[in-house]
């Protein structure tokens, strides 16, 4: 298995540009996490859905930050308009009913803002 | 409210040394408390976890020690090697709920 894969790897944009960033989960997984890492708030949890329905987007900081999944294999976190605060490192994560303990990271997206 | 709380922020250990990182939390509903390892560049990776009605599980060079009266838990590498160096988070949270709150993590060195 290819494991969690995310798009693009580095983003670089200016203030005020919408960011939209890409997870493919892995094959099977019926859960799906967005986290967010920085080095002020550690990994915070953003929003995890279950069968591609959000579950829990009370981590998600504000209005300009919205998630969908359209379907089982893809998610997008979009931020509108972005901003410097929120340069950071964007995880996506999956995992199964039955081990949902048990949660695979995709190698993050590294967003920088300016 | 800081759910879990982890330190050392930072660790230095020599080849061969014991590497222990502490962590606490708050919510004694929670039910599973996992460690994941982070190389730079890399996704947090699944290492070890433990349930609450065990005191100590071990794999390999790593152990969990919990303890379920004072909310907290450990983890101790055994052995240590620079190939550990890391950064470690350890998570807490209800498996069914799939929600784990992470603590802020333990960069360790192991010096050769």
């Known amino acids: 298995d290819a494991g969690v894969i995310q798009s693009p790897r580095h983003e670089v944009t200016e203030m005020g540009q919408e960011v939209t960033l890409r997870c493919k989960p892995i094959?099977?997984?019926?859960?799906l996490f967005w986290y967010r890492q920085t080095m002020m708030r550690g990994l915070e949890l953003l929003i995890y859905?279950?069968?591609?329905?959000?579950?829990?987007d009370s981590g998600m900081p504000e209005d300009r930050f919205s998630a969908k999944m359209p379907n089982a294999s893809f998610s997008t976190l979009k931020i509108q308009p972005s901003e410097p605060r929120d340069s950071a490192v964007y995880f996506c994560?999956?995992?199964?009913?039955?081990?949902?303990?048990?949660?695979?990271f995709g190698p993050g997206t590294r967003l920088t803002v300016t | 409210q800081q759910q879990v709380k982890q330190s050392p922020q930072s660790l230095i250990v020599q080849k061969g040394g014991i590497s222990i990182i502490n962590c606490a939390y708050e919510?004694?509903?929670?039910?599973?408390f996992p460690w994941y390892q982070q190389f730079p560049g890399k996704g947090p990776a699944l290492l070890i976890a433990?349930?609450?009605?065990?005191s100590e599980k071990k794999e390999g060079r790593f152990t969990i020690s919990f303890n379920k009266s004072a909310k907290q838990f450990s983890l101790h590498i055994m052995d240590s090697q620079p190939g550990d160096s890391a950064t470690y988070f350890c998570?807490?949270?209800?498996?069914?709920?799939?929600?784990?709150?992470f603590g802020s993590g333990t960069k360790l060195n192991v010096k050769p």
């Open positions: 094959s099977g997984h019926d859960y």
């Open positions: 919510n004694t509903a929670f039910d599973y």
């Open positions: 859905f279950n069968n591609n329905v959000p579950i829990d």
């Open positions: 433990i349930r609450p009605d065990v």
């Open positions: 994560a999956s995992s199964s009913t039955g081990n949902s303990y048990e949660q695979y």
């Open positions: 998570a807490a949270g209800l498996h069914n709920f799939n929600k784990f709150y």
